[in-house]
């Protein structure tokens, strides 16, 4: 990724179902290339899905508390980017 913008910021995850929830810094949609960067590896996934309240959304909004499923584990306070082409 060249570019990058910060998108979010982790706040928890559910080991089990592999699931981050995610502060917003920025909107996020599905489609959107993230790259997640923290505490452990950091990886480059494309968001396939995005929940509130357990609730099935396109596109989310700066300020919302969204759930994504993750690839690999993350931890509180890692960061979520987008790829600005």
């Known amino acids: 990724m060249e570019d990058k913008e910060l998108v979010g ?3 928890h995850f ?3 179902i592999m699931v981050a929830v995610v502060r917003l810094e920025k909107d996020l949609r599905i489609g959107d290339t993230v790259q997640i960067e923290g505490h452990g590896q950091n990886f480059e996934q ?3 899905s995005i929940q509130i309240d357990k609730k099935p959304i396109h596109s ?3 300020g919302q508390e969204i759930a994504i499923k993750v690839a ?3 931890k509180e306070k890692d960061q979520v980017f987008r ?3």
Do not use: C, G
């Open 72 to 74: 690999n584990p993350v």
């Open 83 to 85: 790829a600005e082409d």
């Open 9 to 11: 910021v982790v706040t």
């Open 60 to 62: 989310a909004k700066r």
């Open 14 to 16: 559910f080991p089990q």
């Open 46 to 48: 494309v968001v396939e």
